[in-house]
Nanobody, 119 residues
Framework: QVQLVESGGGLVQPGGSLRLSCAASGSIFGINDMGWYRQAPGKQRELVAGITRGGETNYADSVKGRFTISRDNAKNTVYLQMNSLKPEDTAVYYC?????????????WGQGTQVTVSS
């Protein structure tokens, strides 16, 4: 089992910044891709950004140029730096980690952290 613990959410004004962190613990062997998803009220969960173990990244079009995903493999932690935040970025943000062992892939989720962008 892998446990993911997120931190760093909160209330911020439009144009502000936040940095989310997600630390993985437990049976972390075999974790490859990690990423961030978000879910706003009444909407489906959507991919925000992903990063491979080697550092390749991908972003949703809505956050390109504003958000940056990074990871520290030694600390088993993934980060999401969010700049120029907009009210439409308001959502619960979830960290995910994909683990592959013995040919079986499992996706783990964190508990979520609320990000609210409002004046």
């Amino acid at each position: 089992q892998v446990q993911l613990v997120e931190s760093g959410g909160g209330l911020v004004q439009p144009g502000g910044s936040l940095r989310l962190s997600c630390a993985a613990s437990g049976s972390i062997f075999g974790i490859n891709d990690m990423g961030w998803y978000r879910q706003a009220p009444g909407k489906q969960r959507e991919l925000v950004a992903g990063i491979t173990r080697g550092g390749e990244t991908n972003y949703a079009d809505s956050v390109k140029g504003r958000f940056t995903i990074s990871r520290d493999n030694a600390k088993n932690t993934v980060y999401l730096q969010m700049n120029s935040l907009k009210p439409e970025d308001t959502a619960v943000y979830y960290c995910n980690a994909d683990q592959k062992m013995s040919g079986v892939s499992i996706r783990y989720w964190g508990q979520g952290t609320q990000v609210t962008v409002s004046s």
